[in-house]
């Protein structure tokens, strides 16, 4: 069972309305404040990313539900240049060196489950979950 | 441990360092920063001077032997000025002294 | 869960007691609580959330503002806790780096170990300490039979991981040269023309090559750039640079080496070393060749290996046990 809403990215404002939407799920599913501070920190960074590198794209909430346990999912989608070494902008310290993906680990970090798929040239598709505890 | 690295003169024949501080293994790589452009124009006349360069390793010989092998090879020349005894002795050991222009004369207004 | 409820409780009992008595106890009681909560990584936000929670139990009716102003905390902390998370992940990066490095040097003494030869007459003291783990200094030598002692005392420019790697590139070129081990200069050549192919253009390599005749008593040998050795003289107890003139290896693939001559005495020893010895760095600025001679003046009397070995804790201790850059010392006596 999954019910999908969508913010589109195109600029800096978009990206509080993305934090919203999270936000708001997250609290209807029940998630404590401390997880929602850290849903909306990843969904910040998710944002930024979009609207910093890739000019535009989608960031969407899933809500999951799975053998009974409930879920958050984060999407953000995008058809910007896309991430030429993944595994490059999945070390730490890559973000602080500026450049495409920034605080792509610290958002594995802040989530259960992560995954990320990019193409040069085609874009990025990155999807984190957090499940209820 | 600090360096200060002024280019004081710049030109597309010509170009002029003025180095100060300390040569080493930590300065070194901000040393070869700012010099590796300058080796990459063609038939440059460099000249550096070392009259404020106070330590020196053998990183900073490093520097300034891929600095003389890149200028060379675009077949300008690199002129060090301004050694210390203490510098001089390092470019005398190495053997360097007898394929670098270490220490000469700087002719008045370069042309 | 149960881990959170006790930290929850500790945290709570620790702020009732505190808003009782202001005492400095409850602050101690406060700091030795950090120190569990760091060693099970809670993260800030979690911090953040405990105080809020205790405060609603122990003050539930404060004014709304109060807890809005948690939530601005809690937001801000979170990007701490983000910073917090990528520590601890850097943290356990440089375990594992730091695991990789010992097995790497390892490895490394395994590949360029040499021994030191017992040869009738000659004494031979050898010791080299890297700065870091990996050793950029090399010292090899190969015992020809009767004929002769050859002796290589390396220095890769630059330490660590870079400059080890290189000296193996080095110690494999030097073993595919057989046939020219007995000629300095013409091994220093060869090797000259290997580094010069194969290594960056601010990378290099000094060397002292001697080849010690046992039947002669005579030290041929060649520099590629290297720190000049002392000969020590017995009979006037003096010291000699051994002063041997040669480019770098790695600089011109075309560079020739000259090949130098010492009759060695009875009682006359050769002392080579890496510019780790003379660059050593003190409070009163660097050791001087003088008082290197000194050093070594006063343990002259001694076994070549128990002067290295005395020479080393010497300079370490003047350098506050931090080494700078890698060491190697060598001694060879000669005793009948």
């Known amino acids: ?133 | 441990m600090n360096i200060k690295v002024d280019i004081t003169e710049q030109r597309e024949d010509f170009a002029r360092l003025e180095i100060a501080g300390e040569i080493d293994a930590y300065t070194a790589p901000a040393l070869r920063e700012k010099t590796e452009p300058l080796s990459k124009q063609e038939g440059i006349h460099v000249v550096a001077d070392l009259s404020d360069v106070s330590y020196m390793d053998s990183t900073g010989i490093g520097v300034f032997v891929g600095l003389f092998k890149g200028i060379k090879a675009n077949g300008g020349h690199l002129q060090l000025i301004g050694l210390s005894d203490r510098l001089k002795r390092l470019f005398d050991i190495t053997g360097l002294a007898d394929i670098m222009d270490i220490n000469s004369e700087v002719k008045g207004g370069m042309e | 869960m149960n881990k959170q409820e006790t930290l929850e409780a500790q945290y709570s009992k620790i702020l009732q007691e505190y808003m009782n008595n202001q005492s400095e106890q409850a602050l101690y009681a406060a700091q030795q609580f950090s120190r569990t909560a760091l060693a099970k990584k809670v993260p800030p936000e979690e911090v953040i959330s405990l105080q809020k929670n205790a405060m609603q139990q122990l003050m539930p009716d404060l004014s709304p503002e109060v807890w809005h102003s948690f939530d601005i905390l809690l937001e801000v902390m979170t990007a701490y806790g983000f910073a917090f998370r990528e520590h601890q992940s850097l943290l356990d990066t440089q375990k594992e780096l730091k695991n990789e490095m010992e097995i790497a040097s390892n490895v490394q003494d395994t590949l360029l170990g040499t021994s030191v030869p017992t040869v009738d007459g000659l004494e031979i003291g050898a010791l080299s300490v890297p700065a870091k783990q990996m050793n950029g200094d090399y010292y090899h030598f190969v015992h020809d039979g009767d004929h002769s002692v050859n002796v290589a005392i390396a220095d890769v420019i630059g330490k660590g991981i870079p400059a080890a790697l290189c000296m193996s590139m080095i110690k494999y070129a030097m073993d595919s040269l057989p046939e020219y081990r007995k000629d300095p200069s013409a091994v220093l050549e060869s090797l000259n023309r290997v580094v010069e192919q194969n290594i960056d253009d601010s990378m290099f390599i000094t060397m002292f090559y001697g080849m010690y005749e046992l039947r002669s008593n005579i030290l041929h040998f060649a520099s590629a750039g290297h720190e000049p050795g002392f000969f020590y003289r017995g009979k006037d107890k003096e010291f000699l640079d051994l002063e041997a003139r040669g480019l770098l290896l790695g600089v011109d693939k075309n560079a020739k080496y000259k090949r130098y001559e010492q009759a060695v005495e009875v009682g006359d020893m050769v002392i080579l070393m890496s510019d780790g010895v003379t660059e050593c760095r003190t409070d009163e600025g660097f050791i001087e060749r003088e008082t290197l001679i000194s050093y070594i003046n006063e343990y002259i009397e001694l076994p070549p290996q128990e002067i290295v070995n005395k020479i080393f804790r010497d300079l370490e201790r003047l350098q506050h046990f931090q080494l700078r850059d890698d060491f190697t010392i060598i001694i060879l006596k000669r005793t009948k």
């Open chain 1, 1 to 133: 069972m999954e019910i999908q809403s969508c913010v589109s990215i195109l600029n800096e404002w978009d990206i509080v309305a993305a934090r919203q939407l999270g936000r708001n799920v997250a609290k209807e599913l029940g998630f404590g404040t401390v997880d929602q501070a850290r849903i909306t920190t990843a969904i910040s960074e998710l944002a930024r990313n979009i609207y910093l590198y890739a000019g535009e794209g989608q960031l969407c909430i899933d809500r999951l539900n799975e053998n009974g346990k409930a879920g958050l999912r984060i999407i953000a989608l995008d058809k910007g240049p896309g991430i030429p070494d993944i595994r490059k902008v999945m070390e730490d310290g890559f973000s602080t060196s500026g450049g495409l993906g920034a605080g792509l680990p610290g958002v594995r970090r802040l989530m259960d489950d992560f995954n990320i798929d990019s193409n040069p040239g085609e874009g990025t598709d990155i999807r984190a979950t957090k499940w209820l505890r």
